[in-house]
Each structure stands twice: as structure tokens, then as C-alpha cells.
């Protein structure tokens, strides 16, 4: 199984970093191959997690160059892309963990939402179906920890009628 990871390449806060640290760490404990932008930041953290733990992990670039991605990815695909990559991380996965995030991010849980491709959420965006204030809590699984949102990931991948 492939889980993408989607978070900011520059957090605003340390805290991201362990959290996705923690993600790759318990994606690796349950056999799972990480799937990210392949660059710094959360997508580091969640690689690094995953190495610590002997577990595989797949950086989609958005440049030209293999050696853009940090040092923890074992498979660097090369788009040139930019951030039309994004649309590549997310199919990748069966389901999505989004570990905080900027707009990038955003970009990618809603093309995962408009994909119907489970996105479980740990710190990241408060999101409305219409901007009008419906909550599509439904949609967004919340979790409250890593290995929260692992579990969470695997089973909502697992009930996935379309892949």
C-alpha cells in the first residue's frame, strides 16, 4: 500500500515536523510505502520518519533534477512539473494524510476531495463545502495524533471501492 503525505516544505512551527515524523515512522511500522512532494520541510520529516523505521519512500518533484529531493527519498520521480505535480502525489496514494500545510497543501486536499480520495487531517485546514459555511467534516477525517491518522489513512484506503 502507498499513503501520500501532503504538508508544507517551510512550517511555521516545529511541531509539524514531529508530527510528520510520527507519520512516517508508524507508515513504515504497518508496511506502507510513503508517497510525497519529495522536498523539505513536512515532506522531510515524514521520509526521515519513515527511513528510522526501515520503511520505502517516493518523492514526486516538481523540478528537473533528481538531487532536489532530500536525502531520506528512495525513489525521486522528476515531473518538471512545478506544482502541477501535486495532482500526482495525491493519486499516487490510496488515501492522503495532510500533516499542517500552505496553499500547496490545499491545493492537494482539494484535488484529493474532488478525486474522492480519502484525506485524513492532523493539524491542517478548517475547510467549508461552499465557502458558505457548510462544515464537510465528513469528508476531511480528523485525527489527533500520528498514529491516529495512520490508522485512520489505512482503513479509509482499505474501504476504497475504486482503486
Known amino acids: 500500500m502507498i ?18 515524523e510520527g507519520v512516517g515512522r508508524e507508515l513504515a511500522r504497518h508496511g506502507v510505502t510513503v508517497v510525497c512532494g519529495g522536498l523539505s520541510g513536512v515532506m522531510e520529516a515524514v521520509c526521515r520518519g519513515a527511513k528510522s523505521e526501515g520503511g520505502s519512500t517516493i518523492g514526486i518533484l516538481p523540478g528537473r ?3 532536489e529531493a532530500n536525502r531520506y527519498v528512495d525513489i525521486p520521480i522528476v515531473t518538471t512539473m512545478g506544482y502541477s505535480r501535486n495532482v500526482i502525489v495525491v ?3 490510496a488515501s492522503v494524510i495532510a500533516v499542517g500545510g500552505a496553499f500547496g497543501t490545499l ?8 478525486a474522492r480520495i480519502p484525506v485524513v487531517g492532523l493539524n491542517t485546514w478548517p475547510l467549508t463545502a461552499t465557502g458558505e459555511g457548510t ?24 474501504s476504497r471501492t475504486d482503486n
Open 65 to 67: 533534477q533528481s538531487t
Open 91 to 93: 493519486h499516487t496514494g
Open 135 to 158: 462544515p464537510i467534516q465528513d469528508r476531511i477525517i480528523r485525527a489527533d495524533s500520528p498514529a491516529d491518522a495512520v490508522e485512520k489513512a489505512i482503513a479509509a484506503a482499505r
Open 3 to 20: 499513503i501520500a503525505v501532503i504538508g508544507s516544505s517551510n512550517p511555521p512551527h516545529s511541531e509539524l515536523i514531529e508530527l510528520g
Open 107 to 114: 491545493c492537494e486536499i482539494a484535488y484529493a476531495l474532488d
